[in-house]
Every structure is written in C-alpha cells, then in structure tokens.
C-alpha cells in the first residue's frame, strides 16, 4: 500500500516495522497474525498481567488509580514501537534508516521528507476506508495551518505526495501561502477567508469565503499558439 504513495519516485522505498518494546517478538507476531488460531504466547502475557493488577493490593481502594494500571499493562498498543523506515534515492537497495528527528533535520530532498512524514499518516485512514462498502467513498484529509514551517519546494512534494496516494485535502494556511500548494500534477482551488466587516458588536457574523486562484493542468490540443 505504502508503495502506491511513491510510484512516481520509485527510488525512494519505504516500510513500516513494529518493534517490541515491553515484550518478546513472539507475542507481538501472534497479535500481529489475524488467521492465527491459537496465540499461547499472548495469551500468557495478558494472563501474567492481569495477575500482576489483581495482586497488587495498593489498587484494592483506589478505582481511579486501578484503572490507571489496567491501561499501561493491558494497552497492546504500549507494547511495541511504530517505526518507519525510508531508503533514499542515493542508498543501497538494502540501506534503510528510521525516520526521526534525525532524519528530518538531516537536509534531506522534499520527496524524501514528503513520502517519510505523510504517506504513514494516511496509511491508518486509507486502509479503513479500502474496507468501504461504497464506490464513492470520499478519500478525504484536512490539515490545519499545512505546510507552515515548510520551504515552497518541500511543501508541493508534500501536496504531489498526498495526491498521489488517492487523497484529496484541505489545508487552511495564513494568507499569501498559496504558493505553496501549487504543485504540478495536483489540482488546486484557493479561497481566500475574509474577516466581517462588521465586528466588535457582540453578535457573530460569518466569515466571506471567496475563490483566489485555481491551479490546474490545462490540456494540450497540439496546437501553438
């Protein structure tokens, strides 16, 4: 699924690698494994920790405090790290590096920054919707203040990446940041949000939403002009 998000830039790879982190490998393989029927492993570690809550007699008259517990030990999601992996163009086909503050702050190009940070964002809500039973299912996302610490060039990338992943997204930002949006390949429409002229009196009055620009391919007829 991951690699749809970069069919246009297929030197840059990426995966997804959950690593345990309170666990052995083997019980998180068993959680992991939906056709598995039995899952001995897992089993014993959920059993050892519900053992552990019902014996610790510090939680026998505090509700709060017991439910506290119950979810640091009983939170599968606790249990391992979600980590994503990118390999760069440059790299050896085996050459992954994990995508952390290291890596963001490490130069890399727009594509690579683009396809690390948001492909694995919208890995979650497209596979819930995939499960869709409607053709026309709306793929979907909003962002708040998008791209805002983010150069011209890495900001497209992101907007090329966002498309190419099937999504469609509205991203609010301040005014004159539309510039950065306006990536080749990605239809776009601005509005421009205009503050009531009339304020200070206690009443609420609705913002003007007006088109600013629209960004779009046009087609070629073969044809100079």
């Given at each position: ?150 150069d011209p060039e890495t900001a497209k990338s992101f907007a090329r990446t966002i498309a190419n992943f099937g999504f469609n997204f509205i991203a609010t930002m301040p005014s004159g940041a539309q510039n950065k949006i306006l990536a080749d390949g990605v239809d776009n429409i601005a509005y421009e949000v ?32």
């Amino acid at each position: 699924m991951l690699s749809q998000g970069t069919q246009r830039a297929q030197s840059i790879k990426l995966k997804i690698r959950l690593t345990p982190t309170e666990v052995a490998d083997v019980v998180i393989a068993e959680a992991r494994n939906a056709f598995k029927e039995a899952r001995p492993n897992l089993v014993a570690e959920v059993q050892r920790r519900l053992n552990l809550l019902a014996n610790n007699t510090t939680l026998a008259d505090d509700e709060e405090a017991f439910n506290v517990e119950a979810q640091k030990l009983l939170d599968t999601r606790q249990w391992s790290a979600f980590e994503v992996l990118i390999k760069r163009r440059q790299s050896r086909d085996d050459a992954y590096e994990v995508v952390d503050d290291k890596f963001v702050q490490s130069g890399g190009s727009g594509a690579e920054k683009a396809q690390a940070m948001v492909l694995p964002l919208l890995l979650v809500p497209k596979m819930v919707l995939q499960q869709s039973n409607l053709k026309d299912t709306p793929y979907l996302v909003m962002f708040d203040e998008f791209a805002d610490k983010l150069d011209p060039e890495t900001a497209k990338s992101f907007a090329r990446t966002i498309a190419n992943f099937g999504f469609n997204f509205i991203a609010t930002m301040p005014s004159g940041a539309q510039n950065k949006i306006l990536a080749d390949g990605v239809d776009n429409i601005a509005y421009e949000v205009l503050a009531p002229a009339q304020q200070g009196d206690g009443r609420f009055h609705a913002n003007r939403v007006r088109p600013a620009l629209i960004w779009q391919k046009e087609a070629y007829d073969g044809s100079l002009s």
